[in-house]
């Protein structure tokens, strides 16, 4: 099992930064997928960036260039930092977990944390 708990969110001007943490607990997460989606409201949840356990990243077309996901093994901590946010990044954004299987991928979801970004 894999706990995942988000926080960073908040309200944002567009222009501004946040990063979001996310905090995971349980066992083997070194070997995880590590990844950020969002919701935005009446659409269906996106990729916005992943990175493998070797450190190799992933980006949503739309975020490219402003977002940046990092990842702290010794922390068991996933970030994304968001910069340059505009109005069309506010969503619920939830950090995911793929653990490795031989029977295929498992995800994990922490609970999501809200991002507004509004003059």
């Known amino acids: 099992q894999v706990q995942l708990v988000e926080s960073g969110g908040g309200l944002v001007q567009p222009g501004e930064s946040l990063r979001l943490s996310c905090a995971a607990s349980?066992?083997?997460?070194?070997?995880?997928?590590m990844g950020w989606y969002r919701r935005a409201p009446g659409k269906e949840r996106e990729l916005v960036a992943e990175i493998s356990s070797g450190g190799r990243t992933n980006y949503a077309d739309s975020v490219k260039g402003r977002f940046t996901i990092s990842r702290d093994n010794a922390k068991n901590t996933v970030y994304l930092q968001m910069n340059s946010l505009k109005p069309d990044d506010t969503a619920v954004y939830y950090c995911?977990?793929?653990?490795?299987?031989?029977?295929?991928?498992?995800?994990?979801w922490g609970q999501g944390t809200q991002v507004t970004v509004s003059s």
């Open positions: 995911n977990a793929k653990r490795p299987t031989a029977w295929g991928p498992v995800n994990y």
């Open positions: 349980g066992s083997g997460l070194r070997a995880n997928t």
